[in-house]
């Protein structure tokens, strides 16, 4: 038996050194070590081995094992190594490398993201709630009743079953206050629908960022002072910022919200940024009757709300003049904005 092992080792070390290529090498290795190779056969041997040689034998196994596999490994490596200085042949390592293309954020996840930033440093946490709604949370339970034009087939997406794609995030204000007792401090940033004709200014989704605060004693100077610091905060400190009575079924007193744009070599403009206003008492009630119980007394609680386009803050900080810039993907305009 050790004679036989020899000639194994001997022939299969051999034959290694003879393979060429990766797959000669693949198959002297099954050849010779595999299921049916020639040592694995030789090794089932050692069942007749007598016991007082079964140690020599067996050593003698292990080695032309051992030395085996190292040759295998080296030949394998220097097949490797031989391949991969063929593959580098003809290749000018001087040439200077391909620019790398790497992406950048969206202008309108950039103006998210900063929305958020400010928001959140003054206490508002993130909410969420579904984009399709149903009729009670996007417009009943703020005080929108059946008859008023922003409910009309067209101005908002219904489907058959009634329900509809909510025309604004108040909806999460709702879902919110039936939820959770004051107070309650939240900004909920999403998709919003209308029917509107698509041009310039228009997109029949949009997106939105509201934000609602119920508290006791909350009052018109907290939404004033919030929202011109928001505003100063993202558009800077020397942003002049002005409110406009205005009407929202679902707060009063309420205002539109406008920015002086100062373009160079333009005259500056007022551009209408937000709506906002003091929750309306009638919301309140709403709610109450919604959750069953007192939470939300408009005798206790007051709180303010507002809602924005990301959409049209977008366009006033970058001077985009075409809201269909922004989801045309377009790389030669987002570029920009790397
Ligand atoms: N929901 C209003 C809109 O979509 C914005 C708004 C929110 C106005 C909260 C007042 C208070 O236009």
Known sequence: MKDQIEAIQAEALARIETAGDARSLEDARVAILGKKGTLTEVSAGMRDVPKEEKAAVGQLLNAARQAITASLEGKQQAIQDAADRQALEGIDVTLPARALHHGSLHPLTII?????????????????????????????????????????????????????????????????????APPVRIIAPGSAYRRDEIDATHLSVFNQLEGLYVDTDVSLGDLK??????????????????????????????????????????????????????????????????RKDPAYDPEKVTGFAFGMGLDRLAMIRWGIKDIRLLIENDARFLKQFA
């Not at 011109?228 to 002005?242: D, I, N, Q, S």
């Not at 919200?257 to 709506?275: F, M």
């Open 112 to 180: 998210r993201h900063d929305a958020i930033r400010i928001l959140r440093r003054m206490g508002f946490a993130l909410a969420e709630g579904p984009e399709i709604e149903d009729e009670f949370h996007c417009f009943d339970a703020l005080n929108t009743p059946a008859d008023h034009p922003a409910r009309n087939e067209k101005d908002t997406f219904y489907f058959d079953s009634g329900k509809l794609l909510r025309t604004h995030t108040s909806s999460v204000q709702v879902r919110t206050m039936e939820g959770q």
């Open 225 to 290: 002072g919030t929202l011109e610091y928001f505003f100063h905060e993202l558009y800077g400190p020397k942003t002049e910022v002005r409110f406009r009575p205005h009407f929202f079924p679902f707060t009063e007193p309420s205002f539109e919200i406008d920015v002086k744009l100062e373009v160079k070599g333009q005259a500056p403009r007022w551009i209408e940024v937000a709506g906002c206003g003091m929750v309306d008492p009638a919301v309140f009630e709403a709610i109450s009757s919604s």
